[in-house]
């Protein structure tokens, strides 16, 4: 009896050592998993900081452009009206040119 209760421990005490080196090796594996995503984890916090520059700096980027975009749209519209003006004064210009030049040929053709 106390053969068979030995043979039994043996057994228990094999089946819980094999239980026990299946899950030392399963916690090994745990905690190279928990160490690589702690380190995705960091990774992926320092690569959303710096994103969120970029984004600050792209928005006041696009503030600053976006001034830019209506001061130049201000001084297209000035220049459109002075262009304007211009054109008029030359349609005028060149009227009184030819206007001139016909008094001019009158003249001439009297002279001669």
Known sequence: MANVFAIL????LLVAGFVAYKNQAAYQVEIDNRKARQDELTA???RLKKAREELAATIAERTDVDAQVVA????????KGTNADLEAQKRDKTTQTGSNKEKLDVIRAKTE
């Open 44 to 46: 992926n916090q320092a």
């Open 9 to 12: 421990t043996s057994i228990v």
């Open 72 to 79: 130049l749209q201000d001084q297209e519209s000035a220049q």
